[in-house]
């Protein structure tokens, strides 16, 4: 059974931090690519951060760059989002991803929420 389980969402002040992690079982994470998108009240789904299955290459959407980090742990089976400096802006659900390579699986999380407000 593939799972994906989404931890670490809350409710923060502008400038905060929060670290999601998200714990994969069930097929070949070592893999898969690992992604966290989001998505927020009234706008489509969108890529935040990547983080390939070799060799540790990530990108980031622009809106995150320098305040988020991506980071996984195939020991683990965990993906996580080191988010820093956070803005209203960044207010959404914030759901993990797994794609394996020319999209031989892709799964998602159930998402968790992520509010930034002061």
């Known amino acids: 059974q593939v799972q994906l389980v989404e931890s670490g969402g809350d409710l923060v002040q502008p400038g905060g931090s929060l670290r999601l992690s998200c714990l994969a079982s069930g097929f070949s994470y070592g893999r898969a690519a690992m992604s966290w998108y989001r998505q927020a009240p009234g706008k489509e789904r969108e890529l935040v951060a990547r983080i390939m299955a070799i060799g540790g290459w990530t990108n980031y959407a622009d809106s995150v760059k320098g305040r988020f980090t991506i980071s996984r742990d195939n020991a683990k089976n965990t993906v996580s989002l080191q988010m820093n400096s956070l803005k209203p802006e960044d207010t959404a659900v914030y759901y993990c991803?797994?794609?394996?390579?020319?999209?031989?699986?892709?799964?998602w999380g159930q998402g968790t929420q992520v509010t930034v407000s002061s």
């Open positions: 991803n797994a794609r394996g390579f020319g999209y031989a699986f892709d799964y």
